[in-house]
Every structure is written in C-alpha cells, then in structure tokens.
C-alpha cells in the first residue's frame, strides 16, 4: 500500500513538474480572427472586422495610431534559467493605399514591456514612441518596422524598407522590401504598398534575430532578409515582453491589415498559418465612371464656368502680379505665388498677424500638404543684391537640421519679398522668460532648449555643406513648438563661406549684449556665434536680457553681474526667481560657467560648438574655471564703443526687445533684421 502511494505521490509530482517548465511557453494561431478580439488587446484604430476576421489597424483617418497586442506577455523566465531565450512568429500582412494618393506610414511587429503605447505618436513614429521616447533606454521596445515612407529625420534609406528598431526609430540595420527566391538564386523585390499579402517571418534564437519576407503561398525562403545578434534581456531587464502590431497614419494614408499570425516560443510548436481559412483583401472603391453624355454636359458646362473665370482670372491679374526675371528660374522650386499665400493667409489680414518688426510684418497661413506657414512681408525698394540674397535664401532652404525652423521659399512682387517659413505654435522663448502671459519654463525645459540650439548651432558651423555664421542668436529668435522643442529661426543677417576658406571680416550685425567685441575689429566668425549663445545661456538661467539700460550700473550687463555674483560666493542669487528653487545646483552651475567660458574676451580661448554640445550633455568635464580666469567677465556695451552702428528698430509686441544694430545695412545682402519668422516679437 505505501509502495502504491509512493508511486501516485512521484506521479503527481512529476506532472507538475511538467506543467511548471511548460508555464512560461506561449503559443498560438490566427487563421484570420474569426474570433473576434479573442485574446486581442485593441486600442485606436484598431478593430476586428467581422465576420471576414479581418484585423484592421487604421483607416482613412489621417495622423491616427493603432495598436494590437495578445493579452498574455511572453516570459522569458528567470535569470537563472538554462532554458535559451527563443521565439518563433509568422503573419500575413497587406497595406492598401488610399485611391488617388500616395500611402504610409507603414506597420511594425512589437515586443513592448507594456501593452500601453498610447502616448506614443502617429506619422513617422508609427505608433511606438513620441519626440522623448524615442532613443530613450526606458522604452523597452523592440520593433521590426514595414516602413513605407522615407523619414530624414531617421536616416531611413527608401520609402520602401524592412528595419529592426532598438529603443529608437534610428534602426539598427535595414534593407529594401526584397525576398530570396530559391529558384532564381537571387533577391526579388517587394512593393508593400501594392496592396497584395505579403508574409513575414521573424525567428530569434539564442541572440540571432533573423526577418524573411515572402508573397503569400511561397514557401519560407532559404535566406532571411535581415540578421542581427540582439540581446532582448538587455532590452527587457524584467524578462517580460508582450508581442503585437503597431500601425499609423500622417497626412499619408494607408489601410494597414492583418489577415493571420501564429507565434510561438517553440520552433516545433509554432502552428502552420492555414491560407484557406485567411480572410480576403478589401480594396477601397474608386468611384464609378459617368455616362458618357454627362461626361459631355459637364465638359460644356466646364467650358462655360471657364470663360466666366478667364474673365474673372484676367480682372485679377493685376491683383496678384509678381516679379519675376531670368535668373531666378533655377529657384522655381522654392518660389512661391503670390496668389497661393494671399489665400493662405486671408488676404493677410490683421486678425491674422503674429507680429510686426521694424522690417515688416508676419501673417500666420494654412497651405494643403505643408499645413500651418509664417508668411514675413519685407519692402525692398532697390534691385541690388536681390540675386545673392535669393540665392542666400535657397541655400537656407537646402539646410536639414531638427532644430533649425525650417524655410521653405519665397515669392517676389512689385516692392515686396515675402520669406515662406514653417509656423511654430508655442511662439518665442523671449515671451516665456519676460512676458507674464506665459507659464515660466521649468529648469528642465530650459536646460532641453539649450540642447537644441547648441545641437543647431553646432550643425551650421560643422555639418552643413558650408560655413553658416547666425550672427543674431537671441532670445527672440528661438522658437517653441507646442511641446517646447527649440527651433533656431531667422537668418536674415546669416552669412555663409566655403568650408576650409578663412572668415573675412564683415559688417558688425546682431543684437546689443549678444555682440563680440571682436566684431568691430576683425569681423565675425564662428567663435562670435560662440559669444552669442553664451549671452543666450545665461539669459536663458537668470531669466534677464543680457543688456538691460533700465537696471542699475552694477546689474546692466548681465556678464558681468553673474562674475561679480560669483565672487561674492552667491552665485544662486543670479538664478530666476520664477524657478522657485526648483533646479539641479551642479546643472545650473554648470550652465552658467559655461555661458561665462563663452562670452570670455579672447575669441580663441572660447570653447568651439562642438564642445558645448559636449559640456551641456554631460559628456565631456568643464576645465577649471574661476572668477579670476583671465577673460571671464569682460562686458563692453557695443553701442557704446561704435559710434557709427546704425539702430535697427525692432518695434513689435515684445516692445522691450534689445535692439538689433548694423554698421553696413547696403552692403550686405542678407540684411533683413528681424525674424523670417515672427518679427522680434508675437
């Protein structure tokens, strides 16, 4: 009798034995999801489409996201676990493009430590991680993205690609949609927005992720398309992932679908998709052609309506006459008509204006497919040096940078020049830190815009095709989207030279306590720039113009003010009090010796903006700096020392703007003082 309870005892435990290995396998099959959402998560777009059993991840709805995920998250066990780490899936998947248009932004296939990407974004980021979390380690993210649109922002090689995402929308490896074909011994390429079925298998074993793609009803190819070592427990330090699609829109649209999906975290176990039972391929319906005699009557009505417009049209004429001569046809591209801005602004009028500086007027405007544009009407009465600025502005247009506002053209007509840019809703950082209808930047917030401009800045003198000086870095020239990214706007005073070519001197421009004193002597130069945005970085922390004649003598000169502070061993004193003391003391201290390292007096004993970008991202230490270091500290008002400058007024909103000063306005081409973009103030 104990022999025989032994034995059911050794049984029981045996098969719970079995049962515990078995507990971290996960393994299922969709032959289409007849099921409904069973074990589905849905959010978004996403849904089921009955009774085909159809997974639908978005539709015609522009800048939308979809997301389905199981309900279950893959377990990869304990650490201790001698199990290796695998996984199996296969899915079918087609992205029908809306009639008439071009399609995107494609789908991706998901390991996520959570099931709740709702915060991500749609258009480029498909759906996975917004402006802060993409690149950020915290993600936890893996993705295969199906990517069908051409993102320079991601350094994406086609509009047409297969690419493995690690925490970052920047893939680790890439290629062309493309399959091996056994037969022919070579790669055949894929079109996904052919709105065909297309197969996917994803296989990772040990750390090997491997991706082949394949039409439906061909075998798995022989050669996987993509192949990576991945280390998914350094990706998911818990151990846990749940698996899925992720699927967005932009202003690109795309029916994205998924007809059937199997996975498992056994190769043995990873069921065979059954293509009989897989649901069929809507295809969006393009409208029925019209009967041939009302074909007809629409022509001759068209006809008629046409006659009455080439009356209307010729009335007008004057009314939207422009200026146009030989040598701007290279630039036709980034010419804009006068018409299509005039209705993109509404007639420009001033229920409509962002600001007016002492150069012109900015008008807010809504174009089709470039969406909201700042529109800035400049006078000019003389022809010269129009050419070289035209050809100053495309050479802007040609600039790529995430934090340059972008410029986008320009129209000429009769004594006018509008300058086209990108609109940037959350206005100037100078309305934050001096207007007091703006909630105060947090130091966080000030410390990310200083990111941005140094990364811009950095850009234009060492990543662009040539030399880019600024030479009017402020403040007011700093431009917020809605979610506070910084933007580096107006180049109207800009300059360019060829790179390796020395930086003749030029006029002295900027803007009073952003000014070098070297710029009245040997001219401007990159280092000049440098000088600027050390003004900028301590007007950013103090929350106070770097030249300011209404203060006191002891505090009018911001540098200065900062050393004197410094020596009394009360440098927090200098810091805004809109802050409310909340701020990191070893940032803000940082920040502010290296405003002071960049405004010093030697032009050469200044840090270049590559090393800036190091200084503030905490890569690279700042040398030993006191209030004695020779150079730290000089402040010497330009106005004061070049009596021949010329004022530019920059009336406008922000009426208490510094001014913006110029010894040459005629000779110099790109001479426009204030904002391509705003004016110097909203």
């Given at each position: 009798?104990?022999?025989?309870?032994?034995?059911?005892?050794?049984?029981?435990?045996?098969?719970?034995?079995?049962?515990?290995?078995?507990?971290?396998?996960?393994?299922?099959?969709?032959?289409?999801?007849?099921?409904?959402?069973?074990?589905?998560?849905?959010?978004?777009?996403?849904?089921?489409?009955?009774?085909?059993?159809?997974?639908?991840?978005?539709?015609?709805?522009?800048?939308?996201?979809?997301?389905?995920?199981?309900?279950?998250?893959?377990?990869?066990?304990?650490?201790?676990?001698?199990?290796?780490?695998?996984?199996?899936?296969?899915?079918?998947?087609?992205?029908?493009?809306?009639?008439?248009a071009d399609g995107g932004h494609g789908i991706a296939f998901v390991l996520s430590s959570s099931k709740d990407l709702t915060q991500a974004d749609p258009t480029q980021y498909?759906?996975?991680?917004?402006?802060?979390?993409?690149?950020?380690?915290?993600?936890?993210?893996?993705?295969?993205?199906?990517?069908?649109?051409?993102?320079?922002?991601?350094?994406?090689?086609?509009?047409?690609?297969?690419?493995?995402?690690?925490?970052?929308?920047?893939?680790?490896?890439?290629?062309?949609?493309?399959?091996?074909?056994?037969?022919?011994?070579?790669?055949?390429?894929?079109?996904?927005?052919?709105?065909d079925p297309i197969q996917v298998w994803i296989d990772y074993e040990d750390t090997l992720l491997n991706v082949t793609l394949a039409p439906l009803r061909n075998q798995k190819?022989?050669?996987?398309?993509?192949?990576?070592?991945?280390?998914?427990?350094?990706?998911?330090?818990?151990?846990?992932?749940?698996?899925?699609?992720?699927?967005?829109?932009?202003?690109?649209?795309?029916?994205?679908?998924?007809?059937?999906?199997?996975?498992?975290?056994?190769?043995?176990?990873?069921?065979?998709?059954?293509?009989?039972?897989?649901?069929?391929?809507?295809?969006?319906?393009?409208?029925?052609?019209?009967?041939?005699?009302?074909?007809?009557?629409?022509?001759?009505?068209?006809?008629?309506?046409?006659?009455?417009?080439?009356?209307?049209?010729?009335?007008?004429?004057?009314?939207?006459?422009?200026?146009?001569?030989?040598?701007?046809?290279?630039?036709?591209?980034?010419?804009?008509?006068?018409?299509?801005?005039?209705?993109?602004?509404?007639?420009?009028?001033?229920?409509?204006?962002?600001?007016?500086?002492?150069?012109?007027?900015?008008?807010?405007?809504?174009?089709?497919?470039?969406?909201?544009?700042?529109?800035?009407?400049?006078?000019?009465?003389?022809?010269?040096?129009?050419?070289?600025?035209?050809?100053?502005?495309?050479?802007?247009?040609?600039?790529?940078?995430?934090?340059?506002?972008?410029?986008?053209?320009?129209?000429?007509?009769?004594?006018?020049?509008?300058?086209?840019?990108?609109?940037?809703?959350?206005?100037?950082?100078?309305?934050?830190?001096?207007?007091?209808?703006?909630?105060?930047?947090?130091?966080?917030?000030?410390?990310?815009?200083?990111?941005?401009?140094?990364?811009?800045?950095?850009?234009?003198?060492?990543?662009?095709?040539?030399?880019?000086?600024?030479?009017?870095?402020?403040?007011?020239?700093?431009?917020?989207?809605?979610?506070?990214?910084?933007?580096?706007?107006?180049?109207?005073?800009?300059?360019?030279?060829?790179?390796?070519?020395?930086?003749?001197?030029?006029?002295?421009?900027?803007?009073?306590?952003?000014?070098?004193?070297?710029?009245?002597?040997?001219?401007?130069?990159?280092?000049?720039?440098?000088?600027?945005?050390?003004?900028?970085?301590?007007?950013?922390?103090?929350?106070?113009?770097?030249?300011?004649?209404?203060?006191?003598?002891?505090?009018?000169?911001?540098?200065?003010?900062?050393?004197?502070?410094?020596?009394?061993?009360?440098?927090?004193?200098?810091?805004?009090?809109?802050?409310?003391?909340?701020?990191?003391?070893?940032?803000?201290?940082?920040?502010?010796?290296?405003?002071?390292?960049?405004?010093?007096?030697?032009?050469?004993?200044?840090?270049?903006?590559?090393?800036?970008?190091?200084?503030?991202?905490?890569?690279?230490?700042?040398?030993?700096?006191?209030?004695?270091?020779?150079?730290?500290?000089?402040?010497?008002?330009?106005?004061?020392?070049?009596?021949?400058?010329?004022?530019?007024?920059?009336?406008?909103?922000?009426?208490?703007?510094?001014?913006?000063?110029?010894?040459?306005?005629?000779?110099?081409?790109?001479?426009?003082?204030?904002?391509?973009?705003?004016?110097?103030?909203?």
């Amino acid at each position: 009798m104990a022999q025989r309870l032994h034995l059911l005892l050794s049984i029981i435990l045996f098969v719970n034995l079995i049962r515990f290995s078995n507990q971290q396998d996960l393994s299922f099959v969709y032959n289409g999801f007849n099921q409904g959402e069973g074990g589905l998560l849905l959010d978004g777009l996403a849904k089921i489409q009955l009774p085909g059993g159809l997974l639908q991840l978005t539709d015609a709805t522009a800048r939308q996201k979809g997301h389905a995920f199981f309900n279950r998250p893959f377990d990869f066990g304990s650490a201790s676990s001698s199990q290796s780490l695998s996984f199996w899936t296969h899915f079918v998947c087609a992205l029908v493009p809306k009639p008439g248009a071009d399609g995107g932004h494609g789908i991706a296939f998901v390991l996520s430590s959570s099931k709740d990407l709702t915060q991500a974004d749609p258009t480029q980021y498909l759906g996975l991680f917004n402006i802060s979390t993409n690149g950020s380690p915290s993600s936890q993210i893996l993705a295969i993205e199906l990517d069908t649109v051409e993102s320079a922002e991601f350094d994406d090689i086609d509009k047409n690609h297969v690419g493995i995402d690690e925490n970052n929308l920047h893939s680790v490896v890439s290629a062309p949609a493309s399959y091996y074909s056994d037969r022919e011994g070579t790669n055949k390429s894929l079109t996904f927005l052919s709105g065909d079925p297309i197969q996917v298998w994803i296989d990772y074993e040990d750390t090997l992720l491997n991706v082949t793609l394949a039409p439906l009803r061909n075998q798995k190819p022989s050669k996987p398309l993509l192949s990576r070592n991945i280390n998914l427990t350094s990706v998911f330090p818990d151990r846990k992932a749940f698996v899925g699609f992720s699927a967005a829109t932009g202003s690109l649209i795309s029916y994205q679908y998924i007809l059937g999906w199997s996975f498992s975290t056994s190769r043995v176990s990873l069921q065979s998709l059954d293509f009989s039972k897989l649901p069929t391929v809507p295809r969006p319906k393009i409208p029925k052609k019209t009967s041939s005699l009302l074909i007809i009557l629409l022509v001759i009505l068209g006809l008629l309506v046409m006659a009455v417009l080439v009356g209307v049209c010729v009335y007008k004429r004057k009314k939207y006459a422009e200026v146009k001569e030989p040598w701007e046809k290279p630039y036709g591209p980034l010419r804009y008509t006068y018409k299509s801005l005039y209705k993109a602004t509404g007639g420009f009028k001033r229920d409509g204006r962002l600001g007016k500086g002492g150069f012109g007027e900015v008008f807010k405007g809504t174009m089709p497919l470039v969406g909201d544009i700042a529109v800035k009407r400049l006078s000019h009465d003389a022809e010269q040096g129009m050419k070289q600025f035209v050809a100053e502005v495309v050479t802007m247009g040609s600039l790529q940078h995430k934090n340059l506002v972008p410029l986008l053209g320009y129209c000429r007509r009769k004594g006018e020049l509008l300058l086209v840019s990108k609109y940037m809703e959350g206005g100037s950082v100078d309305q934050y830190l001096f207007q007091d209808d703006k909630p105060p930047l947090s130091w966080s917030q000030r410390l990310a815009i200083l990111r941005d401009i140094a990364s811009a800045l950095c850009y234009l003198h060492t990543g662009a095709s040539q030399v880019v000086l600024h030479r009017d870095i402020k403040a007011s020239n700093v431009m917020l989207k809605g979610n506070l990214q910084a933007f580096l706007g107006d180049f109207g005073m800009a300059r360019f030279d060829d790179r390796g070519a020395n930086l003749s001197a030029t006029a002295a421009v900027g803007t009073i306590g952003y000014m070098a004193l070297e710029l009245t002597s040997s001219g401007t130069s990159t280092r000049t720039d440098v000088y600027a945005f050390g003004a900028f970085m301590l007007e950013v922390t103090c929350g106070r113009r770097p030249f300011d004649p209404e203060m006191p003598v002891e505090k009018r000169h911001l540098v200065k003010w900062v050393v004197e502070c410094w020596k009394r061993g009360s440098l927090v004193d200098t810091i805004d009090r809109r802050l409310g003391g909340k701020f990191i003391p070893g940032e803000v201290e940082m920040v502010l010796k290296l405003g002071l390292f960049c405004t010093r007096i030697v032009p050469d004993s200044r840090p270049s903006m590559e090393q800036v970008v190091q200084y503030l991202n905490r890569h690279q230490m700042l040398p030993d700096l006191s209030p004695d270091t020779p150079g730290i500290g000089v402040s010497t008002p330009m106005l004061m020392r070049v009596p021949s400058l010329a004022i530019t007024s920059t009336s406008g909103i922000s009426s208490a703007s510094p001014p913006s000063v110029s010894s040459s306005p005629a000779n110099n081409s790109m001479f426009i003082s204030h904002t391509i973009m705003y004016g110097d103030g909203r």
